[in-house]
């Protein structure tokens, strides 16, 4: 029987699709279920109906084989594909020019014509040090393209489940690996193509920035410098976990150290402009990356690798199979445990 007290977390990513089932009683939040599939099917631009129906039947496998009873669904939107980001304005100045300066600039910042894209903007007035160092009064802009929010319903549909909201999958990480932790931190998920990195300040993410790498590029690093194939460096990263810094394989310490550059680009920027971060938390799913966690002990903000699973309770009998897949299901757990709707 469906039940409207549980709640779906559905994530789309480049190259897997991840789902998880969240029962929400009295004030608790508890794992029901969970199912993980790989996916070739192109996420970018409007899907046509033959894209929607292979979304479909996968989505629509994992609900069947994992006994899913919920319909009530919050749906992830891939970071890369929101705009995230804050300006800062004159003191003096009141909302509606703040509204015109940002309309005139939109076409310069925004990853798509502003006319294709839903575009909000909120001040932040939570932090006083803004205006001491810098003068100004600070925004955060939020934009979604149209094609985003068109791919999402038309897929619903299709797979007749109560479409309850959209959200950026770096919020729904926020809600599953930082809460109710409000200090100044540097989320970084590695994902399965792209890596995003954002500046979480009091639980408000302020920015995201995104590197066109992630779990693909080091697994195959992984293959090429162990003489394996694809399938097999995946099974390896899993059940490698974590090992000495010295045996970590060039290829691998060539792409960490582009994640390191980045990351140091990042904190250095945030610093500038008054959000200088407490610490990085790390999630997704190459946080079992022979080596990841001792090639940034040295790192000059501390790393912790994300735990999703702190704020909901799970079986003993679900959490041996849960818990390895932890943050690779950080996302779909932030959905699901959304109990605003």
Not at 112 to 134: C, F, G, H, K, Q
Not at 141 to 159: C, G, Q, R, Y
Not at 280 to 287: E, L, M
Not at 311 to 334: D, E, F, K, M, R
Request: charged share 25%; proline share 4%.
């Amino acid at each position: 029987m469906f039940s409207d007290k549980n709640i779906i977390g559905l994530d789309i990513g480049s190259e897997s699709i991840k789902i998880v089932e969240i029962a929400h009683h009295e004030g608790q939040k508890e794992l029901l279920t969970y199912g993980i599939a790989k996916h070739t099917v192109p996420l970018d631009g409007y899907w046509d109906s033959n894209r929607l129906r292979k979304l479909s039947t996968i989505i629509e496998d994992i609900l069947d084989t994992g006994n899913f009873k919920g319909v009530k669904t919050v749906m992830g939107i891939q970071s890369k594909d929101v705009y995230v980001a804050t300006m800062d304005f004159e003191e003096g100045w009141d909302k509606e020019a703040i509204q015109i300066e940002i309309d005139k600039q939109s076409s310069y910042f925004l990853p798509y014509p502003p006319d294709e894209m839903r575009l909000s903007w909120n001040l932040i007035n939570d932090d006083a040090r803004i205006v001491t160092y810098t003068g100004k009064q600070r925004v955060i802009v939020n934009a979604l393209p149209d094609f985003v929010i068109e791919n999402s319903k038309n897929l619903l549909e299709h797979l007749n489940l109560d479409g309850a909201a959209l959200e950026n999958q770096t919020r729904s990480q926020i809600r599953s690996t930082l809460e109710p932790d409000t200090d100044k931190t540097i989320l970084v998920d590695i994902g399965d193509k792209y890596t995003t990195l954002s500046i979480i300040v009091d639980g408000t993410l302020r920015s995201s920035m995104h590197i066109n790498f992630g779990v693909q590029k080091i697994e195959q690093d992984l293959a090429v410098s162990l003489g394996i194939d694809g399938e097999s460096a995946h099974n390896f990263k899993k059940d490698l976990g974590l090992v000495n810094l010295y045996q970590i394989s060039p290829q691998i310490m060539d792409t960490l150290k582009i994640l390191k550059n980045e990351m140091t680009t990042f904190v250095d920027l945030n610093k500038k402009i008054a959000q200088d971060p407490n610490k990085i938390v790390i999630t997704g799913g190459a946080v079992h990356t022979p080596g990841l966690y001792e090639y940034f002990r040295d790192f000059q903000v501390p790393v912790f690798i994300a735990n999703p699973l702190r704020n909901i309770a799970v079986s003993q009998a679900l959490l041996p199979y849960v818990a390895p897949a932890g943050n690779q299901l950080s996302t779909a757990i932030g959905l699901a445990l959304r109990s605003d709707i």
